[in-house]
């Protein structure tokens, strides 16, 4: 379908509308003046193709998004409109486009591959609106709990949360976004994708990952997609994905189970349940009051274990009536403190979860691009330049791209 | 044949080797040929020295800038994008719509399937094709672009340089066995 000059300036138009951009803005990231947008916008002035790529990228659009018969205005655009401060932070809207631009990289290349998902989306979904907070907590109990059990989880931790979602066909990848926002989920025609702040600490990143896991699972229904904030707790939609976080990393009977073997919390004449030669063996432990007290250091170990944060162990534990809120408070100032920094440093140095935080703990949206290009330019998919474009995408540098054999001339 | 019969939009490699070759001026001196590129071909060449021998070819009117901004040109340009770089992409689509010869060295798959597609292989150029014409309208000869190569190979450092110095030898060795 071919469409009129008329149709592409509305088209950009609209794009740029539902993106929240101003003329001025648009102008200015492309190095044009405002007239020359309000005239392309007005179909005055016929756009290049140098100008509609950049454009196209400023969006975070495919190309070939402008000239779909059906054109989808909404789609990724969501994300700007959902993070209007991108538009004051130049250096983070860059880094938001070029994202956007890898994922379309990938997205596209993975067309081309003929890379099929077996499965697009997790194979149950719980969407419920959820009207109070307190329903907000039960519904994301709720679904944790049963999600773990469709999973077959038991109440092991989780070594890679990433993996999860991989293995319901969620794209899931690291990128570099402000401050304040943990992840954004959306759904594309190809996938559901997930992007998590790179920049927040490792254990954080897990929390964030089962945290859109939640969205996926819950709110994707109805909406095109979601932005996390750290500081949106008062929104039901987020405070139902923390709790679903919290539980899901950190089940209840094993938050037990953890704290029993150190003979911590447990009550008074608590039923224990110990698995000896392929029997269940029950018996009721007794504590000894200064064995009951939870301190820092199960807390560091409780967060070791089930590779999560110290903080959120502190809040989980609360959460559980395990703690008060006199001792969720004391447990909170020591993990700021110089000590507890010293401590945490010590104690996680040795623990397999912990020493993940110098592992990508998920697929980088960089990796899995250089990795289809590859594969792309062997299977004579794309030229040598487009295979040279995409390495330059993924962040490889001139002299290490002509190592490869696809980009060299024969 | 008129001056400029043959309109020939060449993409970045290609007047990237030629400025290399030290031949980008006397090669648009050809007579029957109009050199063209696009933009996106300009923003490709990044290095400091090329892009003032290229901007010193456009200011002499050796070489045109052209940009695609018919609807069509477009569409084609977002088509190709899918499988060329930018500038094969829009270089492609010019010629296809324009109707003027590539000028490309390029031979993978994916690139010669878009051309087999759209402007077929006889619109496709080679700098071997238009070296040959060059070397015979006397422009240069075969011994001078010898001695550039060896300048070149000894200055060569990069990889990507390398593999240049290789790809003007397997030229210089095909126009050896035309010179018979």
Known sequence: MTITQEELARRLREAREKSGFTQEQVAKALGLVRPVIAQIEAGKRKVSSLELAALARLYGRPLSSFFEEAFEADGISFIWRAIPELHQQPKVQRAISRGLEIINSILELENKLGITRLKSAPAVIYPKKVQTKLEAIQHGKEVAGQERSRLNLGLAPIPDPAAILDSQGILIFGFELPPGISGFTFR???????????????????????HEYCHVLCDLNDLPGIVSRSESGKDLREVRADVFAANFLMPEEAVQIFLASRGKSIPSRAKTHLLIKDEIVSYEARRTEQASRINYIDAVQM????????ESVIWRLNDLKLISEKEKKDLLEKDKSEWGKILKKYLSKQHPLSMGKNKIIYQNAREH?????IEAARKGLISRRKFIELLK????????IFMFPEARRV | MAKGEIILIADSNAIIDLIKLAILNSICKLPDYKFLIVKEVYQEITRLEQREMLDEAISNRLVSLVSLIEIEELQLFSRFSLSLGAGEAASLAYAYYHGTYFLSDENNNAFMREIRNTISEARLKRTLDILAEAISEKLFSILSLKKRIKELEAKAVTPRDLNDIEH?????LKLENRDG
């Not at chain 1, 967060?303 to 110290?310: D, E, L, P």
């Not at chain 1, 691009?369 to 290009?373: C, E, F, I």
């Open chain 1, 393 to 400: 995408l993924s962040g490889l540098a001139e002299k290490d």
């Open chain 2, 168 to 172: 003007f030898k397997r030229i210089l």
């Open chain 1, 188 to 210: 594309s025609d190809q996938a559901i994708i997930c992007a998590i702040n790179a920049d927040e600490p490792p254990v954080r990143q897990r929390y964030s990952i089962i």
């Open chain 1, 303 to 310: 967060a070791n274990h089930f590779g999560v944060s110290v």
């Open chain 1, 369 to 373: 691009l250089l990795s289809l290009a």
